[in-house]
């Protein structure tokens, strides 16, 4: 256990360079070959546009919906059986470029995790993140949403955090997003871009999509990169798209609506240096009043 400073992190150790970010938005549907042939493209289309990180959306090779996941689960394990996690390693390989795999249903020893996948230009896994937050809400008036995630899946239990070619990247999944102690313990680990695959509905996602990216990004002066299926897709609920590049001061560098669509944009890493020059946040924390505690540091550092 230790208690988060992030003094010695802020500014002196990022680095100043660019990128250019690939946000796939895409249509799932309830074929698999089909969702796996869509992100093949996408992320080829991204890839001549320059990207060298490329995210994908949450659940992209599954519909958003309980009775799929079960029967969309992949075992990593088994070389033979996880066709969505071998075409992200052989693209990445292929094209010399970094992936933040969205989010699949994985299958470990009889229980299903939310879980995402970072491989780097040779293939190999970088980093691999479970749902630490599962999505739990009941209804309480006519109409409203009820969905409980906890009912499929078994949620992750550390923090995800991955040095790859580009930068030092923090990995949360949708719900995670609205835990600001989880982007405050990646800004105090290095972390210079948080990735949040994710499919918030149209309710949802008109209050707090955008929201709570820009929260999470002028709060701790990092970027922030969200990336959603389409609204078109199948699953349980309308899924509201929007996929999203904000920057270290909480502007909005770029955003989809909700159709299916791939945006590429750049990433200056010198701007999170530059605001935290502008407006050093480390100097004002009041660490004897307030702090928060790392109980997870040993183990994913």
């Not at 799932?28 to 093949?40: D, G, I, M, Q, Y």
């Not at 990207?51 to 969309?72: G, H, I, Q, R, T």
């Not at 009912?151 to 992750?156: L, P, V, Y």
């Amino acid at each position: 256990m230790a208690s988060l400073s992030s003094s010695s992190s802020w500014g002196a150790n990022i680095t100043h360079q660019q990128f250019k970010i690939g946000l796939c938005q895409l249509s799932v549907s309830t074929e698999k070959e089909t969702n796996l042939a869509s992100a093949r493209s996408s992320i080829e289309l991204a890839v001549k546009q320059g990207a060298a990180l490329v995210v994908l959306p949450e659940m992209w090779n599954c519909p958003y919906s309980s009775d799929c996941f079960a029967k969309f689960a992949e075992d990593f394990n088994d070389k033979n059986g996880c066709p969505s996690f071998s075409m992200l390693s052989e693209l990445a390989t292929c094209h010399n470029i970094t992936i933040v795999g969205g989010s699949v249903p994985e299958l470990d020893n009889n229980n299903i995790y939310n879980t995402c996948c970072v491989f780097g230009p040779n293939g190999k896994l970088l980093a691999k993140h479970r749902k630490l937050h599962l999505f739990d809400i009941q209804s309480v008036a006519p109409g409203e949403l009820s969905f409980k995630e906890s009912d499929s899946f078994t949620a992750g239990d550390k923090p995800t955090i991955v040095d790859t070619d580009v930068c030092r990247i923090g990995i949360g999944i949708c719900h995670d997003i609205r835990f600001p102690e989880l982007a405050m313990l990646y800004q105090a680990r290095g972390v210079e871009l948080i990735c949040y695959p994710g499919a918030f509905n149209v309710n949802t996602g008109s209050m707090l999509w955008e929201l709570e990216q820009r929260a999470r990004a002028v709060d701790n002066q990092i970027c922030v990169a969200t990336c959603s299926p389409s609204r078109n897709s199948s699953g349980s609920y309308e899924i509201w798209g929007h996929s999203t590049l904000v920057g270290p001061a909480g502007e909005v560098i770029a955003k989809l609506g909700h159709e299916e669509a791939v945006l590429v944009a750049e990433i200056d890493l010198s701007t999170i240096y530059y605001q935290r020059q502008s407006i050093p946040l480390h100097k004002h924390k009041q660490s004897n009043i307030y702090g928060l505690i790392d109980l997870k540091e040993e183990e994913t550092l």
